[in-house]
């Protein structure tokens, strides 16, 4: 099992690009998660996923979106990348995202905007 | 206004010592608390939960205690090895969450041999 993989690793955009961060998991977990890390910051959720079919914003969404493509899949799309959007992204799922459930995380994409 | 705080200096220790981490947290209600370890440049890995009715919890060379009157958690690395060289990072549950954790910064631990 690869658990929870994301591409790219890697991306440096300009400002007002759009771009596609992909995540998968192979665990057959229902609830997935979208974070972003900065320096000094603990990790902030973005967007979740608790099924399939759904899709709820956390606590910085705005500049993203999201699309639960079914179940092994959770994309986040910048539509037009800001430089605050530089960040470590990091896809997590659970099994069904209930309370005391460990997260299981990707390795994560590092984004620069320029 | 809600907070989780860890100590935000590296935590620098000498083999064989243990290491004691915090995490305190305001304006929130766990239900679990939760620890992880993040090395350079890789996605957190679990590594414990504790219920708000537990005091301690251990799993190895790891001890955890949640005192939910201090709104307080210590995280123990005991026998510490250069292995355990890592950031940890705390994580709040609340009972009606469906899974949001709210994170911490991390602190990092350096164990010297």
């Known amino acids: 099992n690869a658990g929870v993989t994301q591409t790219p690793k890697f991306q440096v955009l300009k400002t007002g690009q759009s771009m596609t961060l992909q995540c998968a998991q192979d665990?057959?977990?229902?609830?997935m998660y979208w974070y972003r890390q900065d320096p000094g910051m603990g990790l902030r959720l973005i967007y979740y996923?608790?099924?399939?079919?759904?899709?709820d914003k956390g606590e910085v969404p705005n500049g993203y979106n999201v699309s639960r493509l079914n179940k092994r899949e959770f994309s986040l799309r910048l539509e037009s990348a800001a430089p605050s959007q530089t960040s470590v992204y990091f896809c997590?799922?659970?099994?069904?995202?209930?309370?005391?459930?460990?997260?299981?995380f990707g390795p994560g994409t590092r984004l620069l905007v320029l | 206004s809600q907070k989780i705080e860890q100590n935000s200096e590296a935590l620098n220790i000498q083999e064989g010592k243990t290491a004691t981490l915090t995490c305190n947290y305001t304006?929130?209600?766990?239900?679990?608390l939760q620890w992880y370890r993040q090395d350079p440049g890789r996605g957190p890995v679990f590594l414990l939960l504790?219920?708000?009715?537990?005091k301690e919890k251990r799993k190895e060379r790891l001890k955890v205690t949640f005192d939910t009157t201090l709104k307080q958690s210590l995280f123990h690395i005991t026998a510490s090895q250069p292995a355990d060289s890592a950031t940890y990072l705390c994580?709040?549950?609340?009972?009606?969450?469906?899974?949001?954790?709210?994170f911490g910064a991390g602190t990092q631990v350096v164990v010297t041999p």
């Open positions: 304006n929130y209600s766990p239900a679990y």
């Open positions: 504790i219920r708000e009715n537990e």
């Open positions: 994580a709040l549950d609340e009972a009606d969450s469906w899974g949001k954790l709210q």
């Open positions: 665990m057959n977990h229902n609830s």
């Open positions: 996923s608790a099924s399939e079919g759904t899709t």
């Open positions: 997590a799922s659970t099994l069904s995202g209930g309370a005391q459930e460990t997260q299981y």
